[in-house]
C-alpha cells in the first residue's frame, strides 16, 4: 500500500516515547502503573497512532493524545483477579472464592506478609519448631481431639491419610459415599492417586455393618466414612453410622477416616440453619481421623484439617507428602485468627461473614432491597423495570444441598426483548467491580443476601459506570 507523501511527514512527526513520559500528566500513570507498564502503554498508543495514519483514519497524533490512549490501555490492564459483587444466592460460591475471611483473620494475614514470623522456629529454646504448633492446640480445644494437622485444602486431607495407612492395600468405602464434587472431581480418583485400592460394599442407597464386615481382610487398611454434603439419598436407604463404623474398625485393629468434606465447628442450628454433626462429634462417635475443610462452613480460608489420634497423626506428618501439601504462613496466620474467633461463640455471627451472611433474616434484606430499588432504577432508565421479590438463598460448596434460606432480591426485567437483559447481565460483568447475579424465568435476579449494607453505596456507585 502506498503512503502519500503528507502521511511519511506525519509519521516523522510523532512523538517520541521520552516526550510523551515527560508530560506532567504522565506522573500519576507512573506513579500508580510504574515506568516499565507506562513505557509499554505509549508505545502500543504509538503504533495505534502510525496504523491510523498509514489508514488514513488518524486524528490527534500529538503527545497530549499519545498519553490518553497510553492511559485507556492502562485502564484495560486490570488484574485478572479482582473483587465482584456476589447475588447470585450462593454464600460459599466456589467459583467466586468460597468464604470471605473475618477481619481479624485479613489483618493476621497481613501482618504475616509484612513481617518474618516465628513459622517454624520454637521462641523457648531457640531452635527448630513446627509449623502446625501454632494451630494444634487450637484445633484440639475446638474438636475435642488429641492431635491435628493441617493440609491445604480438604481433598489433600483425604489423598494423605489414604496414602499414608492404605497404600498399596484396601480401604473399604460404600458404594453410596462415592461421591463427586465439583469440577468432576471423585472420591475413586482420589483413593486411585494415594495408591489404596478401593473396596466398594453395599449398594447405592443401602450399605450394612454386615458388608464392612465381610470385606475386612490381612489387606485391609482402612474404612473410610465419606460424609455426602453435595446430595441426599432418600427413600429405602440405610447406612452405616461412624460410631457403629469406628467399634467395627477397633475391632480389627484397622483405623475409620471421617470425611466430614464441608465442617462445622458450631450447631448451626443456632443460628437458624438445618443442623449439621460437629467435627467435635464425629470425634466423639470414635472416628480414629476425622478431615474437614477450611473455607466453607468454617468460614476461613482454603485448608484442609486432620483431627485425631495422636499415633495416627504422627504416622501422617511423617509421610513425604505431608510438606508437598502444607500451608504458607499467610494461610497458617489466617486459619489461626478464625480458629480464635470460634472460642467467643456469643460473638461468632458478628465477626464471621460466612455465618453473618447465613444468619442474615429475610426481612432485613427485604428492607435492604427496598432501599436498593430506585437507584437501581434510575440507572437503568426506561428500558428496564425493577421490583423487589422474594427468593431462597443456598449454602453452596456442598453443604446442606437440600436447604434454602428464604430471601430477597431486586428483580430485572427489559421493557423490550430478552437480548437486552443478557447484554446487561454481560455489561454488568464487564463493570470496575463486576456485579454477578443469575438470569431466571425472564428477569436478571440480584439475591442481596451477601451485600453489607456498607457496602450499599459503592454498589450503586458502581453501577454508573454502565452506559
Known amino acids: 500500500m502506498d503512503i502519500a507523501g503528507s502521511d511519511l511527514g506525519a509519521l516523522r512527526h510523532l512523538p517520541a516515547v521520552a516526550t510523551v513520559l515527560g508530560l506532567a500528566d504522565a506522573a500519576p500513570l507512573l506513579e500508580a502503573h510504574g515506568r516499565i507498564a507506562t513505557t509499554q502503554a505509549i508505545r502500543e498508543a504509538l503504533d495505534q ?17 499519545v498519553l490518553r490512549t497510553a492511559q485507556r490501555l492502562l485502564e484495560t490492564h486490570q488484574p485478572a483477579l479482582r473483587p465482584v459483587f456476589n447475588l447470585t444466592g450462593t454464600v460459599l460460591h466456589t467459583n467466586l472464592g468460597r468464604a470471605l475471611l473475618a477481619e481479624a483473620a485479613v489483618a493476621a494475614a497481613t501482618e504475616a506478609m509484612r513481617h518474618p514470623v516465628a513459622l517454624e522456629f520454637d521462641l523457648d529454646d531457640g531452635g527448630r519448631g513446627e509449623r502446625d504448633d501454632h494451630l494444634r492446640a487450637l484445633l484440639c480445644e475446638l474438636t475435642g481431639a488429641e492431635d491435628a494437622t493441617v493440609v491445604n485444602n480438604n481433598a489433600a486431607a483425604v489423598l494423605l491419610c489414604l496414602n499414608t495407612f492404605a497404600l498399596g492395600r484396601g480401604a473399604i468405602v460404600s458404594r453410596g459415599e462415592l461421591i463427586e464434587i465439583g469440577g468432576a472431581f471423585r472420591m475413586p480418583d482420589i483413593m486411585t492417586r494415594a495408591g489404596a ?28 466414612k465419606v460424609h455426602t454434603s453435595n446430595y441426599r439419598i432418600q427413600g429405602f436407604t440405610a447406612e452405616v453410622g461412624a460410631r457403629d463404623l469406628a467399634t467395627l474398625a477397633s475391632a480389627a485393629g484397622i483405623p475409620l477416616l471421617n470425611d466430614l468434606g464441608s465442617g462445622s465447628l458450631v450447631d448451626l442450628s443456632a443460628y437458624g440453619l438445618a443442623r449439621e454433626a460437629t467435627v467435635r462429634e464425629a470425634v466423639t462417635e470414635g472416628a480414629h481421623l476425622v478431615t474437614f475443610s477450611g473455607d466453607k462452613l468454617l468460614g476461613g480460608p482454603q485448608a484442609g484439617f486432620i483431627v485425631g489420634s495422636r499415633e495416627l497423626i504422627a504416622a501422617i506428618n511423617r509421610n513425604p507428602l505431608k510438606r508437598a501439601l502444607r500451608v504458607d504462613k499467610i494461610r497458617l496466620a489466617a486459619i489461626e485468627a478464625t480458629l480464635q474467633l470460634y472460642r467467643d461463640p456469643d460473638r461468632l455471627a458478628a465477626r464471621l461473614p460466612t455465618l453473618r451472611y447465613l444468619a442474615r433474616s429475610r426481612d432485613a434484606i427485604a428492607a435492604q432491597a427496598a432501599r436498593l430499588r430506585d437507584d437501581v432504577a434510575l440507572r437503568l432508565g426506561d428500558a428496564f ?11 453452596g460448596s456442598g453443604a446442606l444441598p437440600l436447604d434454602t434460606l428464604p430471601s430477597a432480591c431486586l428483580l430485572i426485567r427489559s421493557t423490550g426483548s430478552q437480548r437486552a437483559l443478557d447484554d446487561l447481565a454481560t455489561a454488568w460483568r464487564a463493570l470496575p467491580r463486576p456485579v454477578i447475579g443469575r438470569i431466571t424465568e425472564g428477569a436478571l435476579q440480584l439475591d442481596l443476601r451477601c451485600l453489607d449494607e456498607a457496602d450499599e453505596a459503592l454498589f450503586v456507585a458502581n453501577l454508573s459506570a454502565h452506559a
Open 49 to 65: 497512532a502510525r496504523d491510523a495514519l498509514r489508514a488514513g483514519t488518524a486524528s490527534a497524533t500529538d503527545a497530549a493524545s
Open 197 to 224: 485400592h478401593m473396596v466398594e460394599v453395599g449398594t447405592t442407597n443401602r450399605t450394612h455393618a454386615a458388608d464392612y464386615q465381610k470385606a475386612i481382610d490381612e489387606r485391609t487398611g482402612l474404612i473410610l
Open 385 to 395: 423495570r425493577v421490583d423487589t421479590g422474594e427468593c431462597a438463598s443456598q449454602v
